[in-house]
């Protein structure tokens, strides 16, 4: 299918770009264009598509690249992140009424989202929280809505109000509260029948319901595979008739779902529930950081940028106990060659010492005190030991000495040099560590001529 | 929230507001604003059709034709890229002569899609147009799942004044679409209608009984005239390919039903299955009364999607 390819197409772009440290301009804007395809494609309006990306733009640009992302994939993770916060909301409970007050729902929505079999779903979930519900059938156009409702209500083993279909709605909304007050329910939900957001006369219909019957919630309940109109739908229905909530319908298809990013976009109001079946006992809370992965329809890319987080806070654990066998002068080599990994993927030493305070401008000069090559070279002498003289340093006899210098395809005064050096930096770590005055620098670390600290 | 992420969300909520009176906007501004074909314009064009769902993919293929129209015949005026712009969906649109044939000849009708669409309610319709026209209906409940599902198409035969047989809760769809099959040819019936339940086009096994309902029809009624329409929200987004590429898979598809176009969705989508699956949408849905069921025009169809 076309999404697994923008997945493709965004690791292709951004292939040969290396991690650089901040997100370019470029990066951004080549990395957006993808996911605003990705976004159109999962129906999010187009005009939310164009002020979203606009707003993450705004916002990557400058920022610095995650280990082992390529900035293709920091702008999707910076996307995802703020597609979480916008869908997110404190709420995720329908409002209830305190005390023994009885709690007036109405459900309402276009013509075939799914009212009717979200209502009775909601009455099932109030139900394990020990709430009585009262459903109220208030669908008096469409032939047996009624009957449809009733049905549903037996299935969930909760009470059904209905009074045919002759009666106005805002009177069967009314007898019914005023029955729920007699008969012990706390909950009354209207199943009122679906309309266009543009005819008036059924948005009236709502209007009058409200205020004769002070609803406490009204719930927008909206397919989930509606296109670009759900901005329209939303708005129209917020506007006029004030919504609470939203409930997201067929959510159990294979639609990507964009329309509860519009919605939430114009309406500002929570996504409360997502319907997930036929069944109903399948309505479940809605998660925003599902619903974003599922939008964005680049659950491998998440998932690594998932990968790359874990190991940041892997590396961060790490750093912190190779601190503690620092101070306790059990440095090896393993912990060099470690150190020196973690280094790289920081972007290289010079830009560590250019983010270290009070070094800002003065990377370039610093960069020049830094002997690469000797670096390499130092790599190439720990690489050709075993792990075993690694750990333990004092296994290093001149036999071994030769073997490994061979290995590295360096001198073996280089590596004589090498492992004194080490040696000495060992011990003043040790010092330094145990709280012993040391000479104010760890002076001498293999590879930095001696010069900086480490 | 933060304030940080409140100021995200607020920005965004304004831009939208600002932006919220152009949303429904009609083409001819677009023309109009634009003295040069460029960039600008192009995007403006993607703009209306991506707005209208006709999805990225579709849009696409549209304005790299109209490029190359427009290269071709070394275009310059906006105005005359409208009329190639309009005049290619329109004709991409347009429905066959042959597209209602069903009408001149013993047909069944079975009618398929997802939940909610509007299934139940075009049968009805379109079972008073046909008793309009003098033909014999015969009306199939096979939707045995849904809660009065029955009593909902009982409903709608009564009103089309039309015979109706199944729509027993928790009966076999497949016995209901037998038996009906063989009660129409008993009674010479024109057109059978066949309702069925919404379902959800990745649910496999309520596929699969699809398939087989498609099966038992054809072989219990060979030479009959056949049409499977697909019932597709104009509401919905992309995922309306996907249902009708998934439909086609257990029934082949000669038409669709395009409801709720009294609304303000566009179903432009149905332009990139006519152009991806070659599927023609036959009737258009308008409305809740049985008269509001109109045989597909391309030219009102381009004309509400450019709301010209
Ligand atoms: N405004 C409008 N509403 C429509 C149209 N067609 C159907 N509806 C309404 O949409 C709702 C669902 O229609 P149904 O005919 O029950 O849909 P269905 O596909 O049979 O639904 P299931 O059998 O439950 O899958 C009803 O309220 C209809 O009145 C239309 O063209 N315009
Ligand atoms: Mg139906």
Known sequence: MAFESLTEKLQNVFKNLRSKGRLTEEDVKTALKEVKMALLEADVNFRVVKQFVKAVEERAVGQDVMNGLNPGQMVIKIVNEEMITLMGSETTEIAMQPGKAVTVIMMAGLQGAGKTTATAKIAGKLKTKGKKSLLAACDIYRPAAVEQLQINGKKMDVDVFSMGTDHRPVEIAQEAVAYAKKNGHNVVILDTAGRLHIDEDMMKELQEIKEKVSVHQTLLVVDAMTGQDAVNVAREFDEKVGIDGVVLSKMDGDTRGGAAL????????????????????????????????????????????????????????????????????????????????????????????????????????????????????MEAVVLSMTKQERRNPKLLNPQRKHRIARGA?????????????????????????GGKKGRGRFGGFPGMGGRLPF | MSEEKKGFFARLKAGLAKTRDNIVRGIDSVFSGFSAIDDDFYEELEEILIMGDIGVNATTRIIERLRGQIRERHIKEPSECKQLLIEGIREQMRVDDTAYDFEKEQSVILVIGVNGVGKTTSVGKLAGKLKDQGKKVLIAAADTFRAAAGDQLAEWARRAEVPMVGGNEGADPASVVFDAVNAAKARGVDVLLIDTAG???????????????????????????????????????????????????????TGIILTKMDGTAKGGIAVAIQSELNVPVKYIGVGETIDDLQKFNSDDFVNALFEI
Do not use: C, W
């Open chain 2, 199 to 253: 379902r959800l086009h990745n649910k496999k096994n309520l596929m699969e009984e699809l398939r087989k309902i498609n099966r038992i029809i054809d072989r219990e009624y060979p030479g009959v005239h056949r049409e499977n329409l697909i019932v597709l929200d104009g509401t919905t987004g992309q995922n309306a390919l996907v249902q009708a590429r998934e439909f086609g898979e257990v029934a082949d598809l």
């Open chain 1, 262 to 377: 519009s919605i939430k976009a114009v309406t500002g109001k929570p996504i409360l529930y997502v319907s997930m079946g036929e069944k109903l006992s399948d309505m479940e809370q809605f998660y925003p950081d599902r619903m974003a992965n599922r939008i964005l329809g680049m659950g491998d890319v998440l998932s690594l940028i998932e990968k790359a987080q874990e190991s940041i806070d892997l590396d961060e654990e790490k750093s912190r106990d190779m601190a503690g066998r620092m101070k306790k002068g059990k440095f090896d080599f393993e912990d060099y060659l470690e150190s020196m990994r973690q280094m790289r993927n920081m972007g290289g030493l010079s830009s560590i010492l250019g983010m270290l305070p009070g070094m800002g401008g003065r990377g370039a000069d610093l960069e020049s005190m830094v002997d690469e090559k000797q670096l390499k070279h």
């Open chain 1, 409 to 433: 395809g360096v001198d073996i005064a280089v590596v004589n040099r090498f492992i004194k050096q080490f040696e000495q930096a060992q011990k003043m770590m040790k010092q330094f560590g």
